[in-house]
């Protein structure tokens, strides 16, 4: 998961405005990591330190002179390089007060840019394609020139030739220059926006195009020739394809954030309206939005990543954006769903070309779930796809959904679902869950919630698809479709889990025992409950260990050894079985901490003391081990238990601290606590002699029985 915090400004706009930028020429890393370099595209070269959001140095070129591009940090000089007037290199350093009185030369040709990378010489790259070490180009300023591109301009590292688009990748060491061109398609213009980045012994080079194509081709450090070399092809795996929306676009940016995510700007939020400008994290593993962010005033695509922060200019002002990106693999997609496996390995082959991704429970659970009409066909005809279409396209099914009946829509939906091939059904799934939302947005009388469930069960649709069909959901306290969706579903933002729990809290017990939920989950609820008097009768023992009433500072008397534990009395559910089943779908949805502990401060405290007895009762459940004596597919962990106490505790400790009614649920969750400090204190008294145990050699024959000696002091 993604996720993108609290920005903050770090300066005003330039003086010079236009259609692509608010006059600011780049951002580049500073002296360390709390410091970047602005350029604006008048006169002025300022230093900031981001953590305070003020400057600590700035200069400026005399009038009539123009800064050419970006200045940069030599890291290996500790000094600032620009260029002015095409021609003119300055270096300084952070003492010199005037520009003009720094080190200048004149070179023979006109530069494009100066590149800089930590540890390592800048780069100059000459209009013409010819690339110099800079201390080598000032060593002998007038040195000439080779011209590598003729006249041809260069966008990026990029030049265009008679159509041809085509990437020149210099190398120092052997030096050589390699051509690569572009893979084109008909109608399809040159790429809008680079960034690469060097991963092992590759450079990793994403390509953003105006329909939205993110394109990755991988390039060799080091190659094993060093002679020239032909035009070579580009070859390139597309890695996302980003919604284009109604309105024409003219630019955007991408920038790489890790192997897994990037940063766009400039296209459109999938559900947002027209005219507003997100910034926007992707997985391109997942194809999957993680995080959005909306940006007041005009986004001008323009976009720097530095160390966690994101650098872009909106409106009249140039933002900070922290971010945080979670490794990306399937189990970090899921975040802290934790679920057992209890599902044959038959029927994951059976529907491999569906859903190739699934987990064995996934795939489990996806049959349990199924519609009946729908599964025995694919059962039957794992192919049934592959040549036969449906009858409608999905623009016409659109159309029908504009006007039909819930009924008609239903049907169609259906048959559409059963006869669209899988690589199609992926693209037309998202389309029609916004369609529906929409109308039913806007229609009162319409609300086709099986068809909702339908759509669920392709296990195409995910929330950054379609964010509005949980919204609505919610609203119709349809809790039957949010259960589903909240177990399909990996990428759920946390503001939209908190408000989810908190309709769930202010529900009624009496009204959720009117809704028709997963079997499979409240028979789990009623199974845990049943399992009370079972425990009762064992003891009361938690873990093995005597309940915190039988502690030490207790006194020994006969009445108070035979005492029960004051908490181990009161084990009945706090809340209604449906409802506790909602309950831990939340429990076992996907979460970051620090964005979701602002959320939860939204829940009242009669909310929170609720939610807090419930996992209280399952907390000790589940030392009783009452859990494991039901067979259910999916069961919250005690670590998410664990995981959720804390968090309400962090979120709401003043409040709970003071608040009479919270008394006594804080009182009984500290004598746990402490007992169960005690309980792993005598643990690691016999840590030792439980290891001995471990260690020992077995005998290589016992015969019927043996009998040995273990000294282990």
Not at 117 to 145: K, M, N, W, Y
């Amino acid at each position: 998961m993604a996720a993108l915090y609290e920005g903050y400004t770090l300066c005003g706009d330039g003086t010079v405005q236009n259609s692509s930028n608010i006059g600011i020429l780049g951002v580049e890393q500073g002296r360390d990591i709390d410091h970047v370099l602005v350029t604006d595209s008048s006169r002025f070269i300022t230093v900031y330190k981001v953590s305070d959001q003020r400057p600590t140095g700035s200069w400026s070129v005399k009038q009539g002179q123009m800064i050419s591009c970006p200045a940069v940090f030599n890291t290996q000089s500790q000094e600032y390089v620009v260029v002015t007037d095409d021609k003119v290199v300055r270096v300084w350093n952070e003492d010199d007060v005037n520009l003009e009185k720094a080190f200048k030369a004149t070179v023979s040709a006109d530069v494009l840019r100066v590149l800089s990378a930590t540890d390592s010489e800048p780069v100059v790259l000459f209009c013409c394609g010819a690339v110099r070490f800079l201390d080598l180009l000032l060593a002998s300023p007038q040195q000439p020139i080779e011209h590598v591109l003729n006249t041809f301009p260069i966008n990026w590292s990029k030049c265009t030739k008679r159509g041809e688009h085509c990437l020149y990748v210099q190398r120092f060491d052997p030096n050589t220059l390699v051509k690569h061109r572009f893979e084109t398609e008909p109608g399809l213009s040159a790429p809008i926006s680079f960034s690469a980045t060097c991963r092992g012994s590759n450079i990793h080079l994403l390509y953003l195009y105006l329909n939205g194509s993110v394109y990755e081709s991988v390039l060799p450090l080091r190659r094993s020739s060093t002679g020239a070399e032909g035009v070579l092809s580009l070859s390139r795996s597309l890695c996302l394809s980003l919604p284009l929306g109604e309105e024409k676009l003219m630019s955007g940016a991408v920038v790489v954030l890790d192997e897994a995510h990037v940063a766009v700007v400039g296209f459109p939020h999938p559900s947002a309206g027209p005219c507003k400008d997100y910034l926007c994290i992707w997985n391109t593993h997942f194809q999957t939005l993680q995080a959005c962010k909306e940006m007041a005033g005009r986004i001008y695509n323009q976009l720097w990543c530095y160390s966690g922060k994101l650098y872009i200019p909106h409106g009249k002002m140039l933002s900070v954006i922290p971010f945080e990106c979670q490794k990306s693999s399937l189990a970090a997609a899921l975040g802290k769903l934790k679920q057992t496996s209890q599902s044959g390995k038959d029927f994951s082959i059976e529907i491999l070309n569906i859903c190739p991704i699934l987990s064995y429970s996934d795939i489990y659970e996806m049959k349990k779930n199924m519609s009946n009409d729908l599964l025995p066909y694919i059962q039957q005809n794992p192919n049934h796809n592959s040549d036969v279409k449906s009858a409608l396209t999905v623009d016409q099914l659109i159309e029908h959904i504009k006007t039909s009946a819930v009924e008609d829509v239903q049907a169609e939906v259906g048959e559409f679902i059963r006869w669209t091939p899988q690589a199609d059904l992926q693209l037309a799934v998202g389309r029609l869950a916004l369609e529906l939302v929409s109308r039913s947005q806007t229609d009162a009388n319409f609300y086709p919630q099986c068809v909702f469930l339908q759509l669920l069960e392709t296990r195409y649709l995910c929330y950054s698809v379609c964010p509005e069909l949980l919204s609505l959901a919610m609203v119709k306290k349809d809790f039957h479709l949010c259960q589903i969706a909240f177990q399909i579903f990996s990428d759920i933002p946390e503001a939209v889990t908190c408000s989810y729990l908190k309709t769930i809290l202010s529900t009624p017990d009496s009204e959720m025992e009117t809704v028709n939920l997963d079997t499979d989950s409240v028979m789990f609820m009623k199974e845990l409950t049943r399992a009370q008097s079972r425990s009762d009768e064992e003891g009361g023992q938690l873990n093995g260990f005597c309940s915190p009433a039988l502690e030490s500072d207790v006194s020994d008397s006969p009445s108070n050894k035979l005492q029960r534990d004051p908490l181990a009395l009161d084990m009945s559910c706090p809340v209604g079985l449906h409802k506790g089943a909602l309950l831990n779908e939340v429990l076992q949805a996907a979460y970051s901490d620090r964005p979701l502990l602002p959320h939860l401060k939204d829940l009242t405290v009669p909310q929170v003391i609720v939610f807090l007895q419930y996992l209280r009762f399952l907390y000790f459940k589940y030392c009783h081990d009452a859990h494991k004596q039901i067979r259910a597919l999916r069961t919250p962990s005690i670590s998410q238990i664990i995981d959720w106490v804390c968090l309400l505790l962090d979120a709401h400790f003043t409040v709970l601290a003071v608040a009479p009614e919270a008394k006594r649920l804080v009182s009984d969750l500290h004598k746990f606590v402490r007992s169960q400090v005690k309980l792993y204190a005598e643990l690691c008294k016999i840590e030792g002699s439980l290891q001995v145990l471990k260690n020992s050699k077995r005998s290589e024959d016992f015969g019927m029985y043996a009998i040995q000696v273990i000294e282990l002091f």
